[in-house]
């Protein structure tokens, strides 16, 4: 599974500690593994998270760039991704489906409620002139 060296770096601490206290983004981070659009290869991104009843909101902000993320583009082609997240001292892996959010109400109160939990969404979003878009993982199965 391909991931940048900053990323596997954050990867192996997010496994050292069960999902917990991972670096400047504490518990509030899941490790999302797609298939890339271009490559077929599974790639993991960690992302910042807020439980949203039985889904997991994440935000494809790239901190903020012109772009839009390569995940993002990943999640386009084939929106079953696999997702870990701290549970019970462990973590717990499971498939869920990406629906993205790109604009509108609902976009724009998971937005503002991500950025309760990492304020620097605020930021990214005036760094750009796109708009961010959030994105469900929506648990599938059991």
Same mark, same amino acid.
């Given at each position: 599974m391909k991931a940048t060296a900053f990323n596997q770096k954050t990867i192996d601490e997010f496994h050292a500690k069960n999902g917990l206290g991972v670096g400047m983004?504490?518990?509030? @981070?899941?490790?999302m593994t797609s298939t890339g659009a271009k490559s077929g290869e599974s790639i993991i991104n960690p992302l910042v998270y807020r439980r949203e009843g039985d889904g997991y909101i994440v935000i494809a902000s790239k901190g903020g760039a012109p772009?839009? +993320?390569?995940? @993002?583009?990943? @999640? $386009?082609? &084939? +929106? %079953? !991704?696999? !997702? %870990? !997240?701290?549970?019970?001292?462990?973590? &717990?892996?499971? $498939?869920? =489906?990406? =629906?993205?959010?790109?604009?509108?109400?609902?976009? &724009?109160? @998971?937005?503002? %409620? #991500?950025? $309760?939990?990492? +304020?620097?969404?605020?930021?990214? #979003? $005036?760094?750009?002139? =796109?708009?961010? +878009?959030? !994105?469900?993982?929506? =648990? #599938?199965?059991?």
């Open positions: 983004w504490g518990d509030h @981070l899941l490790l772009t839009h +993320p390569q995940w @993002l583009a990943n @999640l $386009k082609a &084939d +929106p %079953e !991704v696999e !997702v %870990e !997240v701290a549970k019970n001292g462990g973590t &717990d892996r499971f $498939k869920a =489906r990406a =629906r993205i959010i790109a604009e509108g109400a609902e976009h &724009d109160r @998971l937005y503002a %409620e #991500q950025a $309760k939990i990492w +304020p620097g969404f605020l930021d990214y #979003q $005036k760094r750009t002139s =796109r708009i961010i +878009p959030v !994105v469900v993982l929506e =648990r #599938q199965g059991g």
